[in-house]
Structure formats: structure tokens, C-alpha cells
């Protein structure tokens, strides 16, 4: 009897905190939603809106006015995107030039201090973003290449460096030693190997490190704007400036093309990234 | 096809010395089989052998070229790997012909070279299939063509045949044994399978921890192991040391007093039903070991019993044609020739069996 009562009881007791963990995940869900989806709601409503005052909750006039502004060939935004492009493309090729070689002799345990060199890429993530790009600024003053697209793209591959070494240094690592040695085994020398086994065996982990560099260069703002304004105008400059002179309708559409690519790469990055490539990350 | 000649090798990982003072010749055509637990170096010495690792000492001798001190690509002994080390991103045609391209052969020549290896190992018909979608015999194949198409100086086969399934394995083992025996190269085969080492091999080579025990043909390494380590190994499987201060065991042969370290195996042990017949059996018969003792298990294998006999506080293996119950009163014969005796050690006395 004394059994069946308590049982009673403590399912009395579930019950009520079942009921009260469900509204309080509804709301906890509610809110979490609302703090993505708010702000890319309102992003997308400006992008169709032509008039909006204060105290409206919706805009007075809609319309597609400023798409055919901004993609208009002789537009700020077409030309931004253009340099964008450019930069985003000529970082990807410097990193790979330094973290194919890096990347495949990090991925060697005969390394000598191994992990100082891929610490040393972290470095510049380590201090406020501030701060670095203040003085690399400093230091490119001195060599003429502020306001320069070189200059942009050297910062951007700082950044981008990061990405690229250390998922490169896991793509080499998780390929197979023995393809190597059994290339070697049939006389092909380490340079061959190299090209013919091992490069296309991490092909797919430096697609997805090429394509976090693309996408962090066209999203960089600080750098580019501390060494390449005013001459250099990037699609994130654009925005900035956009938006601090009110004209929120540009800024929402040029925000919108800096997140097409992105949500086009994590798809692809998808396939790319392989589990057991992962799982090298950072060893 | 190629003398392979090993003098006084010594090699090992960084600091630590895996292989010491290896001496091995493997004769033009022959097939040499290193058998060893693992752990006792012998896929070292392969890496050795083509130029995975350094070498601390000694030199090798292929056809009286010294390649020791060649890089891995200029040594010309290709290997079947443990894991078939395929490509994946190449389909059996590319593998094949891999060294063949890296050697600049011409393209009318590989193609008439890999058509004939592919048709020697039984793979015609699957030129344009990739790799990963092959069983694991055919992909062990694929890695035997692709390593016989440079015609090597010498091949090398690390554990061939562990990563198949048993019966795949059978086939596979007589396959790559009679595709030596009519191609003729020069070849080690590494493995810790006594039987596969047997059946394939000219030549046995045993193998404990990084030294050779004893090299010698599968009869001699079966019949007379030279030394405890190689008895235990080849399977004799009865390991007593004497003497035994027991009344059922006597040992009729001359022998040193000192202590004794003998082996035998269970198929040469002799069942007989009546237990106290030792007085009446005639001298001949009564040469070798004679135990005495009681039936404690008897299991069924197929072809025979598995009987475990108790004398005392040991347990002997027999074979026997049929089931005996338990308790059942037994002497156990095993001839002079059938017992490996050895100096004992403190070592192997550790392992007797009681």
C-alpha cells in the first residue's frame, strides 16, 4: 500500500514538472528562434523596401528600387563585389601556396617543433583583432602597401593562414602512410609521390580549407578596412559605410550577397569534410 | 631473378633496436618464409629490406649490388603491403601500372604488361573498376600484380593472406605459391601462421625477438627445431621439464643429468589402455618417454580425440582415434625421435604446464 501511494506521488510530481518544462521549453525555443531569425527577418523585409518611418511596423512603400540600384553595372556595389572577388580568390592562392608545403611537413611527426609552428599560425587570432591590424597597418605604411590590393590580400591571408594550415595539416595527416611507401616502393621518387598519392588524397580537406579562407576574406572587415581604405572598397566596407549613413535598404542587399556564398560553401563543405579528417584536427 | 644476400643486419625505430645481427640468404627462385610471433621484428625486416628504415649496421646484397644505403625508389623489391596499400583514387588498370609509368614505359608496352598481369592473377575483366569496390582477395591480387609488374629484383609479402577470410585464404596461398613457382622470383613471405610458412615456403626462417632462431626447410624446422623457442612455436604443444619426481614418468634414452627442457607433440603421443604393462613390453617399445596417468577430458576435433591426460600435477595432449571417458587408466608412449630435448633454462621452465 505504502508502495502504490508513493508511486503516486512521484508521478503526480513528474506529471506537473513535465507540464511545466514543456511551456518552458516552448518559450526557451521561442526566444532562441526569434534571436536567429529576427534580425534576417528584418534584414529581408529591408531588401524589398522602398519607405519606412518611424512609428510603422512594416514598411509604407515595397519594391525592388534598390536591386536594380545596387546591380547596376556602374553601381558601388557591383564594383565592391568585383574587388571582393579578387581579393577573396588571391588569398585563397597565397594560402594554398603556404599550406600545401606547411601543411604536408607539419603532417610529419619527424617535424622538429612541431607544435610551435602550428601555434605560431594561431598567434595573430590570440590578441584582439584590433590591435594586430592597427600595426600590421603601421608596418605596410612603412613598405607602401597600404591602400594597395596586395596589402589587402597579405592581411586577409593572415587570417586566412589560421584556417588553412591547420585543415591541411589535418588532411595530410589523415592520409594513408602506406600509399606513400607503396609509391616508393615502385620507384617513383618523393616528388612524384607527392604529386600523383598524396595530393590528390587530401585534395578534399584543402577544397574545404580554400573555401573557409574565400569565405573569411569576403566577410573580413577589420583589416581591409585599416589597410585598404579608402582606395580598396570591399562588399563589408560598403556595408559599413551603408549602413552608417542610414541607407539600410543597400546594406541589407549587400549583406544578403556576402550570405549567399557562405550558405553555398557549408553545403559543399559538407561533403568535403570527412569524419576521420576531423578527427586530426589540431594533432 | 636475384640472390638477396643480408649480412650482420641491425635496425630498429629511432633508439630502440628491434633487429640484431640478422644473417639471411635467399637464393635466386626461392621462397623464404620469416615466421615469428609478433613483435619479433619481422615486418622490420622488410621495412629494412626496402628502405622504409634505416639501417644501423650490416649491408644488403641484391645480386652484389649493395642497396643498403639506397633510397626506398632505387632498391627494386617491391612489396605486398599488410593492408594491400591500394589507391583508392585510381581504378585496377592505374594501379598496376603505376611503377611501369613511373618508369616511363611505353604506353602500347604497359598495356600488353598489365593485360598479362591481370590475366595471371585472375582479374581480366576488372581493368576499369575502382579498387574500393573489390573483395579483399581481389584487391590482395590487384597488390600482387601491381608489385610483380616492374619485374622486381625481389618480392616481399608482409601477412598476405591475414586480412582474408579462411577459405578465401586457402586458395589464395596455393595461388600466389604456384604463381612463384612458375614466374620464378626471388621472395620473402612474412608470417606468424606456422602452417602457412609449411605449405609455401623453400625455406623457413623463425624468428624471436629481432634474431633468427633457426633457418632451414619446413622438414627440418618441423622434425628437428634447433632450439625450445622454435619447438614451442611449430606447435609441440606437451612441454615438460626433467627430471619429474614422479613414479608415472620414466625416460628410457641416455641422457645428460643435468635439468631438461623436453617438447612433443600431441599427435606423436601413443594411447594405450592397460596401465601397468610397463614391465612386460619389450625393449624396443620401451624407448622414450612412458607416462602414466588417468584420462581427465577428452574432445572431439574432426579427425580425432583431443585427450588431456593427468599424471601427477601435469596435464599431457594426446590424440587418440577414439573417445576415452574420463578416469580411464592410461600409458602414454612417445618415441625417442618424437621428443625435442633441450637444455632447460629458467626461462622456459616457466612455461611448463601444470
Redesign the interface.
Known sequence: MIATQKQYYFSGISIYSVRFSFWLQSLFILLLALAMFGPIVNLLIWTVTESWYFPNSLPSQWGVKYWLQVFNPYSDVSGSLLTSLLIAILTVVVCLLVSVPAGYALSKNSMPFRVFWMLLFLIPQAFPNLTVYMNIARLFYDFGLNGTLLGVVLVHSVHGLMFSIWISVAAFSSTDPMLERASRNLGAGPIYTFFHIVLPQAAPGLVASCIFVFLESLDEFTGTFFVGSPNINTLPLLLYTASMEGNYQIASITALILLAPSILFMVIIHKFMKPEMLSKLGK | MTHLHIKDLQAGYGKKLILNNINLEVRQGEMIALLGPSGCGKTTLLNAL???IPLSHGEILSDKRVISQL????R????V?Q?Y?????MTVEQNVA??LK??KVKRADIETRVAELLNVVKLAGLEAEKVTALSGGQRQRVALA??LA?RPDVLVLDEPLSNLDAKVRLSVRHEIKALQKKLGFTSLIVTHDQEEALVMADRIAVLNKGQIEQIGTPEEIYHHPSTAFVADFMGADNHIVWPIQDPGFSLNINLPPDDLSIYFRSENVSISLQATINNELNQQQNEGLIINGTVEQSVFFGNSYRISVRSGKHIIQAEHYKHLPGKTPVTLHILPEALHIYAADVKSSVLEKN
Open positions: 626496402c628502405g622504409f633510397p626506398a625508389e632505387q627494386n623489391i617491391t612489396m603491403f593492408s596499400a591500394l589507391w583508392p583514387h603505376y611503377g613511373v618508369k601491381r608489385a616492374i
